[in-house]
């Protein structure tokens, strides 16, 4: 992330307030009806890539978990991230070695996700793989997941 433009970058805000407390629900619903627990950490470390602007590094949760500012024990966020990703709730963008929450509300899936080099934003969108996927199936793969990174800058950073 650069910030050699000179617009504002703000349109890329997290969510707050009742949103982020109905995403939190949702996600304990969701974690309930696959017989899994959204326990403590879990939860603490979603509620963070659900809060952020742009994509968060492990050592940005493990800074930030303590609501009092005490960090957490690194294997606490990373036993999180695991879970959290294993069951779609979170995504890892390779490229930046982050982690950025799905919107999608989808059990685990294929991501597709455009980051702007400006802003550091990553905004996720639904991948078409299917041709690819069926192709891949029939050379014998069995694929679990694809997760495409397409860099540039959103529209907000190029009007700077
Ligand atoms: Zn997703
Ligand atoms: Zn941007
Ligand atoms: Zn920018």
């Given at each position: 992330m650069t910030d050699t433009c000179s617009h504002p970058h703000g349109s890329h805000a997290g969510i707050r307030g009742a949103a982020l407390a109905a995403a939190l629900t949702m996600a304990e619903a969701r974690c309930a009806a696959g017989q899994e627990r959204l326990t403590e950490p879990r939860r603490r470390v979603l509620e963070l890539l659900l809060q952020a602007k742009s994509p968060l590094k492990a050592y940005d949760l493990?800074?930030?978990?303590?609501?009092?500012?005490?960090?957490?024990?690194?294997?606490?966020?990373?036993?999180?991230?695991e879970f959290l990703e294993r069951l779609g709730f979170a995504h890892r963008i390779e490229s930046l070695n982050a982690y950025v929450p799905c919107r999608m509300e989808a059990e685990s899936h294929s991501a597709a996700f455009l980051i702007c080099d400006c802003c550091g934003?990553?905004?996720?969108?639904?991948?078409?793989?299917?041709?690819?996927?069926?192709?891949?199936?029939?050379?014998?793969?069995?694929?679990?997941?694809?997760?495409?990174?397409?860099?540039?800058?959103?529209?907000?950073?190029?009007?700077?």
């Open positions: 493990i800074a930030a978990y303590g609501t009092e500012g005490q960090a957490a024990k690194p294997p606490t966020v990373y036993r999180a991230l934003a990553a905004q996720e969108f639904e991948p078409d793989f299917s041709g690819q996927l069926a192709a891949a199936r029939e050379a014998g793969y069995a694929v679990r997941a694809v997760t495409l990174e397409a860099r540039g800058l959103c529209a907000e950073c190029q009007t700077g």
